[in-house]
């Protein structure tokens, strides 16, 4: 039989810390299946390791997530099989600002252009770039910020 390919020898430490985890219940579902996942896989416990297809079905996750987290645990630490990778690119800031709803609710309270009764999604999204407010922007978005005016003001 060939050795498995990340096996997964926890100390007694990690093994406590993983059962506080999974005993407390404060930790995310992810965290607390992984926990059970690198308890079930530990070739150090009592009734030696279970087979991989055996914590899938038990834990009902598929094989290839147990065999992710033991991979993740024999590459990196316990805390890195466990948590989520944090995100290494910020998040995109949002294009419109409350600077800029303040302008799009303004133009669109103002009056409508010569021969049109009333602003349109589309003509609202043209004049802001026009205007030059913004360099582009969808009438979607113009939709939203004053869908968002209007739930404000009826609540």
Same mark, same amino acid.
Request: net charge positive; with cysteine.
């Given at each position: 039989?060939r050795?498995q390919?990340y096996?997964?020898?926890l ?8 059962r506080?985890?999974?005993s407390?219940g404060k930790?995310?579902a992810?965290?607390?299946r ?5 308890l079930?896989a ?8 279970i !087979? ?5 079905s ?6 290839? +997530?147990?065999?992710? *987290?033991? #991979?993740?645990y &024999?590459r990196?630490?316990l805390?890195?099989a466990i948590?989520?990778k944090?995100?290494?690119?910020p998040?995109v ?5 409350g600077?800029?709803e303040a302008k799009?609710?303004a133009l669109?309270?103002s ?5 049109r ?6 003509l609202?999204?043209? !004049? ?5 407010y913004i360099d582009?922007?969808?009438?979607? +978005?113009?939709d939203? *910020?004053? #869908?968002k005016? &209007?739930?404000?003001a009826?609540?």
């Open positions: 039989m050795p390919r096996p997964v020898k100390s007694e430490a990690e093994r406590e810390t993983l506080v985890i999974i407390k930790a995310t992810r965290s607390i992984r926990a059970h996942i690198l079930m530990d070739e150090n416990r009592l009734g030696g390791k !087979k991989d297809e055996t914590i899938a038990q834990l009902q996750v598929n094989k290839n +997530t147990v065999l992710n *987290v033991r #991979k993740a &024999t990196h630490d805390q890195e948590q989520r944090k995100r290494t690119t998040p800031p949002p294009k419109v600002t600077e800029l799009i609710i669109s309270c009056e409508p252009p010569a021969g009764s009333r602003w349109t999604l589309r609202l999204s043209q !004049k802001v770039v026009e205007l030059q582009s922007i969808s009438y979607d +978005t113009i939203r *910020v004053l #869908k005016r &209007t739930q404000a009826s609540s």
